[in-house]
C-alpha cells in the first residue's frame, strides 16, 4: 500500500500516482526491477507512430495512462475509444496506440491487445484475445468481455503497467 504524502489516501501498491489528488508517489524502491529483453533493442531508433498527435498536451483528455517502468504518460482525448497494441510490418490492423516505443515486445504485447473507451461517464476495457493477457489491478479479464475501469486502476498489457487516471472535468 502507498500512503500518499499529500493527501494521505491509501493508494494500492505499485501505483505511481496518487488516485485521489494525482500526486506523484514516492519511495516507491520496487519499481527498480525492470526487465529489458534484448528483444526491446529491435525497437531502438523506431518513432512513434504520431496516433496521438494534436492529443498530446492533454488539456481535454478524458483519461490519460501512466506507464509505471517509463513514467511516460498517454493521454486520451479527441474520440471515444482507443485500441492498444503494438505495431510491427505487414500488420493488417493497426492499433491506435503503439506501445512498441515502451518495451512492448519484450512486455508481451500482443499487436492488436485491449481497447479502452469511455461511454458516458463510464470508462470500459477490453481484452482482444491477446496471448499473455491483460489485466486489471492484478486480475486477468476474460477475452472479448468488457469490465469497467475505475480511476487508479493499475492495468496490465502482458506486464506493461499503467495507471489510469479518469479527467471527471
Ligand atoms: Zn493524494
Avoid at 474520440?79 to 506501445?99: A, K, V, W, Y
Avoid at 476474460?142 to 489510469?164: R, T, Y
Wanted: proline share 4%; net charge neutral; hydrophobic share 40%.
Amino acid at each position: 500500500m502507498m500512503v500518499c504524502p499529500n493527501c494521505k489516501h491509501k493508494n494500492m501498491a505499485g501505483a505511481m500516482f496518487c488516485a485521489e489528488c494525482g500526486s506523484q508517489l514516492i519511495g516507491n524502491n520496487e519499481l527498480v526491477t525492470q526487465n529489458i529483453a534484448t528483444d526491446s533493442l529491435n525497437n531502438v531508433g523506431r518513432k512513434p507512430t504520431g496516433a496521438l498527435t494534436g492529443s498530446l498536451s492533454g488539456a481535454d483528455a478524458w483519461a490519460s495512462l501512466h506507464l509505471l517502468d517509463t513514467g511516460q504518460v498517454l493521454p486520451l482525448s479527441s474520440r471515444n475509444e482507443f485500441t492498444m497494441g503494438r505495431i510491427s510490418e505487414g500488420q493488417p490492423i493497426m492499433p491506435d496506440i503503439d506501445l512498441s516505443p515502451y518495451q512492448a515486445y519484450a512486455a508481451g504485447v500482443s499487436r492488436l491487445h485491449a481497447v479502452i473507451k469511455k461511454q458516458g461517464v463510464q470508462l470500459i476495457f477490453m481484452d482482444l484475445g491477446s496471448a499473455n493477457g491483460t489485466y486489471i489491478n492484478g486480475k486477468r479479464l476474460n477475452p472479448n468481455i468488457e469490465h469497467s475501469l475505475n480511476h487508479g486502476d493499475i492495468v496490465a498489457l502482458g506486464k506493461l503497467k499503467m495507471q489510469v487516471l479518469v479527467n471527471s472535468s
